[in-house]
């Protein structure tokens, strides 16, 4: 795949069809990493819509998930991870 500078913020249009269908700008696929198959989501906000890439959505989601409860758990630096883990695997011996 080909490498492609496009700038931070530009504006783009795409046109309606009959079923609602759009082609989505090959700029903006680039920019959210979009390949053929690729899923997106759309998240509605006070009248605005951003179309973001499904699998990194879901990941920051995720990740956002998982630190609020590592904080919750007071497992927020990689030390305490490990010792976390050493102590799991060590439950069973």
Known sequence: MMAVNV?????????VMAKGQVTIPKDVRNVLGLDSGSRVTFIVENGSVRMVNSAIYAMQMLQNEMS??????GLVTDEAVNNL?????????
């Not at 700038?7 to 046109?15: L, M, Q």
């Not at 883990?85 to 011996?93: N, Q, T």
């Open 7 to 15: 700038p931070d913020t530009f504006i783009d249009n795409a046109k």
């Open 85 to 93: 883990v050493k102590d799991i695997r060590s439950e069973g011996e």
């Open 68 to 73: 609020d409860e590592a904080e919750r758990t």
